[in-house]
């Protein structure tokens, strides 16, 4: 069926097997699971050399998730450790103009940390942040109930 999907995508777009890059001996570059397992590689170097950058931001990965499938996922999962201010947020995102996903990781940190005020003065606290890293990402801020003891 993947062979299907990639020789329709190739008849579409007019691509033909000579324009790809050669292949070494024993390497297959047209492997869908070998180009998903390099760019998943990149974004997880990308996000573990930039936690200087989080701590900053003041947050911490304390989890990372990776799920390889048909669309592969990454899913960086957050605490707030400190707020900074707007001005701070502002200089630390100008600093990433080269580094567009981090940029978007900590846009996504800065905006769903603001949601925590939604449920202030409820049973619910803030608890964390997960990014899902694919191609449709997804943003959730994470809420857990206060229990008290009895």
Same mark, same amino acid.
């Given at each position: 069926?993947?062979?299907?999907?990639?020789?329709?995508?190739?008849?579409?777009?007019?691509?033909? #097997?000579? @324009? *790809?890059?050669?292949?070494?001996?024993?390497?297959?570059?047209?492997?869908?699971? !070998? /180009? $998903?397992?390099? &760019?998943?590689?990149?974004?997880?170097?990308?996000?573990?050399?930039?936690?200087?950058?989080?701590?900053?931001?003041?947050?911490?990965?304390?989890?990372?998730?990776?799920?390889?499938?048909?669309?592969?996922?990454?899913?960086?999962?957050?605490?707030?450790?400190?707020?900074?201010?707007?001005?701070? #947020?502002? @200089? *630390?995102?100008?600093?990433?103009?080269?580094?567009?996903?981090?940029?978007?990781? !900590? /846009? $996504?940190?800065? &905006?769903?940390?603001?949601?925590?005020?939604?449920?202030?003065?409820?049973?619910?606290?803030?608890?964390?942040?997960?990014?899902?890293?694919?191609?449709?990402?997804?943003?959730?801020?994470?809420?857990?109930?206060?229990?008290?003891?009895?």
């Amino acid at each position: 069926m993947l062979k299907e999907l990639l020789s329709k995508f190739k008849n579409n777009t007019g691509s033909q #097997e000579s @324009q *790809l890059p050669q292949e070494d001996s024993g390497s297959t570059h047209n492997d869908p699971s !070998l /180009l $998903s397992s390099e &760019k998943i590689k990149a974004v997880v170097a990308d996000l573990t050399s930039a936690n200087q950058i989080f701590k900053e931001a003041g947050f911490l990965m304390e989890q990372l998730e990776i799920e390889v499938g048909l669309v592969p996922k990454i899913t960086p999962q957050f605490k707030q450790t400190k707020e900074i201010s707007s001005e701070e #947020e502002a @200089q *630390l995102l100008e600093q990433l103009n080269q580094k567009q996903m981090i940029k978007f990781v !900590l /846009l $996504s940190l800065f &905006k769903s940390s603001k949601m925590k005020k939604l449920l202030e003065g409820s049973e619910m606290y803030f608890y964390g942040i997960e990014i899902e890293i694919t191609t449709a990402p997804a943003v959730k801020t994470i809420f857990k109930r206060k229990y008290q003891a009895q």
